[in-house]
């Protein structure tokens, strides 16, 4: 029996002006699965920062959101110190679900992670195939006409 994965829960988003609202579709609201470094470093994090339970995570303080500018400021120092580009946010979905379908995740699956309601849209903005994706498409192909 595989074990059960760590979840982040979305319940509702963060707007600078509203706080929290709910999320645009139905969708938005969903469960999404973390792996097993990416829990590491988030119980780290809530370790050094003292957070537990329903505190904010990446907030100024266990109760007041983070300012996005310091956000922003401080992935920037970071990217430049590990020599990588900066990525938006926006960026950010676009890779998650380009690794999705990497990973071999079907339209649904990428979808409900995405929180989107419409697999399509997923599908048809957000996966991008990667620069090694020819490779495994081309060892597809010979597996194929192999058999």
């Known amino acids: 029996m595989a074990a059960v994965p760590a979840l982040i829960h979305v319940g509702r988003i963060w707007d600078d002006e509203e706080g929290a609202i709910e999320t645009k579709t139905g969708a938005g609201?969903?469960?999404?699965?973390?792996t097993v470094r990416l829990r590491a470093l988030l119980v780290a994090h809530g370790q050094l920062e003292n957070r537990a339970g329903d505190?904010?995570?990446?907030?100024?303080?266990?109760s007041l959101p983070f300012v996005p500018s310091t956000v922003r400021a401080t992935a920037l120092k970071g990217w430049k110190a590990a020599?990588?580009?900066?990525?938006?946010?926006?960026?950010?979905?676009?890779?998650t679900a380009s690794y999705l379908r990497e990973a071999g995740c079907d339209d649904v699956e990428m979808a409900a992670m995405?929180?989107?309601?419409?697999a399509r849209t997923t599908k048809r903005i957000y996966v991008h195939l990667f620069e090694d994706s020819r490779a495994t498409i081309a060892a597809k192909l010979e597996a194929y006409h192999r058999t």
């Open 114 to 118: 995405i929180g989107h309601s419409d």
């Open 55 to 62: 505190d904010l995570v990446f907030g100024r303080t266990a």
């Open 29 to 34: 609201v969903r469960s999404v699965p973390v």
């Open 83 to 95: 020599g990588l580009e900066p990525l938006t946010p926006h960026q950010a979905r676009h890779c």
